[in-house]
């Protein structure tokens, strides 16, 4: 999971690099590999964060899945504020973690 943030976006490139270079050899995993990316915590109204998002897009490619998770304040807080998710506020937050599960279950099948 990353932000459409430049430091997030390196920070998402050095766990990719971290899981190639070590992932069979030094973690115990050999079948360990990276398989999606998702963009969250993402502001539409940013010129900035939607050009970072191409980036994502360009240096992840197909491993970017979606859709992209974008920033609720009311989801940032409603936790402190125990508001329950089946608030209708929350319906499309909702869609999205349900799609991303849909797509979390296809691309990681049980064992």
């Given at each position: ?22 992932g069979s050899k ?17 502001n539409e109204q ?13 240096i992840f490619g ?50």
């Amino acid at each position: 999971m990353t932000e459409a943030d430049i430091y997030s976006i390196d920070a998402a490139k050095r766990v990719r690099d971290f899981i190639k270079a070590k992932g069979s050899k030094g973690l115990g995993n050999p079948e360990l590999s990276l398989r999606g990316v998702i963009i969250n915590a993402f502001n539409e109204q940013t010129v900035r964060q939607s050009e970072q998002r191409h980036s994502v897009h360009r240096i992840f490619g197909d491993l970017v899945w979606d859709p992209i998770v974008k920033f609720r304040e009311a989801l940032a807080t409603g936790n402190n504020k125990a508001i329950p998710l089946t608030e209708s506020r929350f319906a499309e937050s909702r869609a999205t973690y349900e799609l991303l599960t849909q797509t979390f279950l296809k691309e990681i099948p049980l064992p």
